[in-house]
């Protein structure tokens, strides 16, 4: 297993176990990290691989727990590591997969994410769009509207104007009718009149008596007749 071995400076392993300089130690720390593991690590799995690797130095040398980063970094200039177990490893691979399946599906709901808030903007413009001609249309159909109700007013009124034009020629011919009417009635009357009075005045100046058929030819009564 002395292949298996790798040499690190003690300043990136004090980096790693207690915080010292991180960041400038960070490409080695994540270097060293790969060896422990045996697997590549990435910038998203880094923070649950520092956390793996963590727990397994201070399993393997609980003393480093209650030591601090001076202290460390007292112990030596170098540090060797050796991979983890096969069963370290294997707990580690597992967490991993499920580490790495949450990211891919994390990733594939980003993707749908990024996809629905184009169509949202796709439909976003098509409704702003759609508002513009919807207000446009409705300006034209109040104006359209505005424009019905005038008209229909003017025919209306026209129809009113002629309604009455014929009532007014309907109520002449009826007063027209009723003159003929009276008219007629009086011209009737003033004939019947005009009948009657030469009776009367034949009756008047010579009458014939009930009891005779034919009047008599004299004035005093006395003429020859039938």
Do not use: W
């Not at 200039?77 to 983890?84: I, L």
Request: proline share 2%; charged share 30%; net charge negative.
């Amino acid at each position: 297993m002395a292949d298996a071995r790798k040499i690190f400076s003690m300043s990136t392993f004090a980096a790693y176990i207690k915080g010292v300089n991180k960041e400038a130690q960070i490409t080695n720390i994540k270097e060293m990290l790969e060896h422990l593991t045996g697997r590549e690590i990435s910038e998203d799995t880094l923070p649950f691989a520092e956390a793996l690797g963590k727990a397994y130095v201070y399993e393997q040398h609980p003393e480093l727990c209650k030591m601090k980063g001076k202290e460390v970094l007292n112990l030596g200039d170098n540090v060797s590591v050796t991979p983890m177990s096969a069963e370290a490893k294997a707990e580690a691979d597992a967490v991993f997969a499920r580490i790495e399946g949450y990211q891919k599906t994390l990733e594939e709901q980003s993707a749908r994410i990024k996809e629905l808030e184009a169509a949202k903007t796709e439909f976003e413009t098509k409704a702003a769009a759609l508002e513009k001609d919807l207000a446009e249309y409705k300006g034209k159909v109040e104006a359209f509207e505005a424009s019905a109700k005038g008209e229909g007013d003017k025919v209306i009124v026209t129809s009113q104007q002629t309604v009455e034009e014929y009532i007014g020629k309907v109520n002449e011919l009826l007063e027209q009718i009723e003159n003929v009417k009276k008219h007629g009635v009086v011209t009737v009357a003033a004939g019947e009149g005009a009948a009657a009075a030469p009776a009367g005045g034949a009756e008047e100046s010579g009458g014939v008596p009930d009891d005779f058929g034919f009047g008599a030819s004299g004035s005093d009564g006395d003429g020859f007749g039938f």
